[in-house]
């Protein structure tokens, strides 16, 4: 028997990202690529093609040297992209900087972190939590992330908090044409901020760290590139975990039953949250240059070509997740790529971790039945990231 057409079949063969249809039908367009369609292609900008199935994003995500990163995780950069780095590395250079950054971000690192990120995640709820509603990601999701890696990681002055979360806000969620200029004045904010710091004494801390540089062919990184590597983290830190835990209270919020299951069984948050990075994937999918002639599920590439690695889609494939649509607070093993393959693998999974299961338990503390705001449902927008622009929610006080 014939399948029928489906409307988002048009998807596969002239495939873009930030078409509407795909942000509005996420789920269904990313069931349909990883089901369907293992390779889609785009012809926008040079062209690339998309790879869907798990087992193809592991091989290239792991494969830097056939898969490079050093022409930016853009499909299709503005003219005037700013470059994030390690991101936009390869190998030795990339390794050279992970070297001295991965110590910041290991879960033993970051255990001290958690009592003052309940404490910031337990104030923001209490501000709302007699009122009876809230929009969660500006009143919660939009700032736990920046109170904690700016007071912790990358300690910036407390005054300038506002300013900087303003900026962050446009680049993350503003109008297209209003985001690089954003995000130029943070990449200005970090540049004045290292400069600051590195007049000053050594506090043993991340910044110290980025302002001592690493190597780059046998000499010293040029300063400009220690301010590439701060803004990654910055870039990297916030409106990723924003989207995902705000992914995680929609789950809660929509299908009570998971609700209740959780708190139940609070011992099952740690897959709870692994769900919902699996699910709600803030990094849909990263680019990577082909630099030798190689053939990747049937596709041959030529060297110089592009491709985008789905990692959305690569998260929902039911060769490597069994009943893969199902948020599943039971499962033995989560598997995914919504963290990355390879050298990239993000340098901030066990913080975003924390940060999510933080403010999923300190919601629940404060308000442990709660419901999507009748006639709401979350907006998103959609392009290479993922973001939820708002979540309305109630509950009775
Ligand atoms: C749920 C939250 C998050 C998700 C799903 C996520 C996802 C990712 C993914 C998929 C990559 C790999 C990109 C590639 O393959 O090219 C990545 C890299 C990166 N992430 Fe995250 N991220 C999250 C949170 C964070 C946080 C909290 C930080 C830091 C504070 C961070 C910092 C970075 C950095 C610096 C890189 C570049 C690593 C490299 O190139 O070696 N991310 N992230």
């Known amino acids: 028997m014939m399948q029928d057409p489906d409307p988002f079949d048009r998807l596969h063969q002239a495939f873009d990202i930030a078409d509407p249809a795909f942000a509005e039908n996420f789920e269904k367009v990313l069931d349909n690529l990883v089901t369907r369609c293992p390779v889609a292609h785009s012809e926008l900008g040079a062209g690339y ?15 830097w040297r056939t898969f490079s990163s050093s022409d930016g995780w853009m499909l299709n950069p503005p003219a005037d992209n700013i470059k994030i780095l390690p991101e936009d590395l390869d190998p030795p250079y990339h390794t050279a900087w992970r070297r001295v950054l991965n110590p910041f971000f290991t879960a033993e690192a970051l255990v ?70 954003a995000f130029g004045r943070v990449y200005a904010y970090l540049q004045r901020f290292l400069e600051s710091r590195s007049k000053q004494g ?19 990184c040029s300063w400009h590139d220690k301010v590439h590597v701060a803004l990654d983290v910055v870039f990297g830190g916030l409106a990723t975990t ?10 809660l919020a929509s299908q009570p039953e998971v609700r209740h299951a ?3 069984h609070p011992e099952q948050m740690h897959t709870a949250v692994e769900e919902t990075v699996r699910l709600y994937a803030p990094v849909v999918a990263v680019g990577r240059t082909v630099r030798n002639d190689v053939k990747v599920a049937g ?50 999974e066990h913080l975003a971790r924390l940060e999510i299961r933080v403010a ?38």
Request: with cysteine; proline share 6%; glycine share 8%.
């Open 112 to 181: 001290a972190l958690e009592d003052n990120a309940r404490g910031y995640a337990a104030d923001l709820i209490a501000r709302f939590a007699g009122r009876g509603n809230c929009e969660f990601v500006a009143d919660f999701a939009a700032q736990l992330p920046g109170l904690i890696l700016f007071k912790h990681i990358l300690p910036v002055p407390v005054e300038d908090l506002p300013e900087l979360f303003n900026d962050i806000d446009i680049y993350s969620f503003g109008s297209l044409p209003d985001r690089t200029p």
């Open 299 to 348: 596709v041959a590439l030529k060297a110089g070509a592009r491709i985008a690695l789905n990692y959305a889609a690569a998260s929902r494939d039911p060769d490597a997740c069994t009943n893969p649509r199902k948020f599943d607070i039971a499962r033995d093993e989560v598997v995914h790529t919504a963290f990355g393959v390879g050298p990239h693998r993000c340098i901030g």
């Open 202 to 220: 050594a506090r043993g801390d991340l910044v110290d760290v980025i302002l001592d540089g690493v190597e780059k062919e046998g000499s010293p």
């Open 49 to 63: 093609h998309v790879f869907n199935r798990y087992k193809d994003v592991r091989r290239c995500g792991q494969n």
């Open 360 to 397: 999923v338990e300190e919601f629940l503390k404060q308000i442990p039945a709660f419901e999507l705001k009748p006639g709401t449902e979350p907006v998103y927008e959609s392009g290479q990231l993922r973001t939820m622009k708002n979540l309305h929610l109630q509950w009775a006080v």
């Open 242 to 251: 924003t989207h995902a835990m705000s992914g995680a209270i929609y789950v």
């Open 262 to 264: 959780l708190l139940k």
